[in-house]
């Protein structure tokens, strides 16, 4: 038969009519997979680094890394061809391209591409939409047993992602970052910014892109998830690392609406000294959306209100959008210089916003944030009209961007949205943290309402978007949570008490906000906000609400609430020891069990347990009215009840106290030591000892 492969030293190629495959290492134990018709693209928009980092630059040389242990072989008849790259092997078979990924050390099938039919078609589908790009379909086998974990942020309430769809689109409070993390020890990125989806069915797995031109995907193989977790941060990117302020606590509301009353909220944080690092200046602060500037009537004199808040050790945030009104001053230069995405007939309103006293919607445009020249333009505007205040602390809502019927549908420079729409948000990250970086601070944080492959480089803390004001929703955000996690995205958080209402007088829902906060302690972000009854609109948009400060829930919660907060100031320090360890390993502070003790199979099937950092073993409570919690406690640890002092062997499931002012926490053996004084003990009060007061 005729040979349908070619090799150089690094990049194994298969030929069959036009279609062509290519697979070349890419990271240690890690390969990268493209195939095209005629012809591969090499500079389509993705998320891998021009080259793959080593885990550890100060001790491993990335180059030495990346060419170590590589080895092409085709054989002899031509019916096979194998690419080898330390732990991963790739046997790719001549007459239907079909690649299978095996183990290095055992042999063991890792992963194989499955045909969807005998004859046609094979485990690649390209079928024609015009202009050059076709629907691709990408199909692997289906493993019995299997677990996946990763994909970003979803509201499906799941932690295992096998059996489900996952539409690959950005959305509010729906993240798609295409990276998923197998029980098989892999870890696969479809490196593809495309509108799509991906199915983890019974008979086959199916990576699907509705409209682009090539198939782009990377493959590690890792004896653990912590490995895979580390190979895919030095393909796409390593952890930035957080600043100092961030890691305090956050008051938000929807919304404060002039200077003088937020400045009253800083003001009496200070009075009754509480813990405040960070104090929001939510959407509506301006005249116009795209005017990224004060409107003077509500907030005549900002830089002294940063100044006064810097006295009070409180850092300002406030909220950005991408959008541009026809209203604002910028509307005009940025559309003739081709800094909006625009529909496919060139037209540049593409959304609707209420953006005028009336309150009646309008059309607005949406900066192109995948265009360097409009993400100089905003960021033109941030320093000029916030940075040079004094104000360090962006809040990038709306940044899917928020567009009905959906972002692919516009057009950028980057290309056609339903082939580049979900990298929107990553990039308008990237352009202010460029740019901060520029300007001087060496460590960027932006609270961002999506994200994307690669975004946890560009310094973005993801929230989990608005959602519901149930226990319900909060159950579910900490499996969406820990798939963030699971996704290299090591910054995350929630509304503290949900989104979307929640009547501060209600007892029951008193309850969800001291539960919720008891879990927003061991958040990476610890952020308070929320639309609080009674509510107020702006035609179809949320224009404030009530009262959402720690004592607006009744002195019962605010004994609670106020501890907490003490609390988290005591563990600042532990969260950025285990931050910075993640910025040389990928690891990230918030784990699901099976990330930390991946040899306990029972440790797989826990979703509503979490070990932060190392040491500390969280169970939030999730159900109204609960007082007790049943807790997993992984094999190949003991572990001590905080609140008890008891020990307990790991591999056993105990029942524990949770009084409404108390969390299940347990710590490992072995921690540090100074976890002794986070959690003192108590005789006064012998079930909630973590709220008293290093002594």
């Given amino acids: 038969m005729l040979n349908p492969f070619s090799a150089d030293d690094r990049v194994l190629t298969w030929r069959s009519g036009n279609q062509l495959l290519t697979v070349e290492p890419w990271g240690a134990d890690s390969v990268r997979v493209r195939a095209g018709l005629h012809r591969i693209l090499p500079d389509l928009p993705g998320a891998l680094a021009a080259e793959p980092l080593a885990a550890n630059a100060d001790n491993l040389d990335a180059d030495a890394a990346n060419a170590a242990d590589v080895r092409i072989e085709i054989a002899a008849d031509h019916t096979s061809a194998t690419l080898a790259n330390g732990r991963a092997i790739v046997h790719v078979d001549a007459a239907t391209g079909r690649l299978a990924v095996h183990r290095a050390d055992t042999g063991a099938e890792v992963l194989q591409e499955q045909s969807a039919h005998f004859w046609w078609p094979g485990p690649r589908h390209f079928e024609a939409v015009g202009a050059g790009f076709h629907r691709i379909e990408q199909r692997f086998a289906a493993y019995d047993g299997e677990r996946i974990y990763g994909l970003g942020q979803h509201g499906h309430g799941r932690l295992d992602q096998k059996g489900m769809v996952i539409e ?325 958080t929630t509304d503290i008490g949900g989104f979307h209402g929640g009547d501060p007088d209600d007892p029951a829902y008193r309850e969800l906000v001291v539960r919720w906060f008891q879990f927003g302690v061991f958040c990476p972000v610890f952020r308070l906000h929320g639309h609080r009854e009674p509510r107020v609109s702006h035609g179809t948009v949320g224009d404030g609400g009530g009262p959402n400060e720690v004592w607006s829930y009744g002195p019962e919660a605010y004994q609670t609430i106020t501890a907490l907060l003490r609390l988290r100031e005591r563990l600042r320090p532990y969260i950025h020891t285990h931050l910075r360890d993640g910025e040389t390993t990928g690891i990230p502070l918030m784990r699901p069990l099976l990330l930390a003790f991946p040899n306990d199979p029972a440790a797989w099937e826990v979703e509503d347990q979490f070990l932060f950092g190392p040491d500390i073993l969280v169970a939030p409570v999730t159900e109204l009215g609960a007082r007790q919690r049943r807790v997993y406690l992984p094999a190949g640890a003991e572990w001590t009840h905080t609140a008890s002092g008891r020990r307990y062997p790991g591999g056993t499931r105990v029942t524990v106290d949770a009084p409404l002012e108390a969390i299940p926490l347990f710590v490992r053996d072995g921690a540090e030591p100074s976890l002794s004084a986070l959690f003192p003990r108590s005789a006064r009060s012998p079930l909630s000892p973590l709220f008293q007061e290093a002594q």
């Fill in 168 to 492: 690959l689109v950005q959305r509010n409070g729906e993240v798609t970052i295409p990276f998923a993390v197998s029980s098989r020890g892999y870890g696969l990125l479809w490196n593809s910014p495309a509108v799509g989806r991906v199915e983890f069915a019974g008979n086959g797995t199916r990576w699907v892109a509705d409209r682009a031109r090539q198939i782009d995907y990377w493959l590690t193989v890792g004896d653990t998830p912590a490995q895979i977790l580390t190979a895919y941060a030095g393909a796409t990117g390593f952890p930035s690392p957080m600043p100092q302020w961030a890691s305090g606590f956050w008051q938000s509301k929807l919304r404060y609406r002039t200077q003088e009353e937020l400045l009253a909220v800083a003001r009496e944080y200070a009075a009754r000294e509480l813990p405040l690092s960070v104090l929001v200046i939510d959407y509506l602060h301006w005249r116009h959306l795209g005017d990224w500037d004060f409107d003077a009537t509500a907030w005549p004199d900002p830089r002294a209100l940063v100044e006064e808040l810097r006295a009070l050790g409180v850092e300002p945030a406030v909220s950005v959008w991408p959008s541009v009104s026809p209203l604002s001053a910028t509307f005009t230069p940025m559309r003739e210089a081709g800094m909006l995405a625009t529909a496919d007939n060139g037209a540049a309103l593409t959304g609707a916003w209420p953006d005028a006293a009336s309150g009646a919607e309008i059309g607005v445009a949406f900066y192109d944030a995948t265009d360097d020249r409009a993400r100089a333009f905003l960021w033109d505007r941030l320093h000029t009209n916030y940075y040079k205040l004094g104000i360090r602390a962006f809040w990038l809502d709306g940044c899917e961007p928020e567009i009905r019927p959906a972002p692919h549908t516009l057009t950028y420079a980057a290309g056609v949205g339903s082939e580049v729409a979900n990298l929107y948000p990553r990039e308008h990250a990237r352009g202010v943290f460029e740019r901060m970086r520029a300007a001087g601070e060496p460590e960027v944080l932006s609270l961002t309402r999506s994200a994307w492959a690669g975004s946890q480089r560009y310094g973005v803390a993801l929230w989990s978007g608005d959602i519901d004001t149930t226990f319900e929703a909060f159950a579910d955000a900490i499996r969406a949570g820990l798939n963030v996690a699971m996704s290299g995205l090591p910054w995350w």
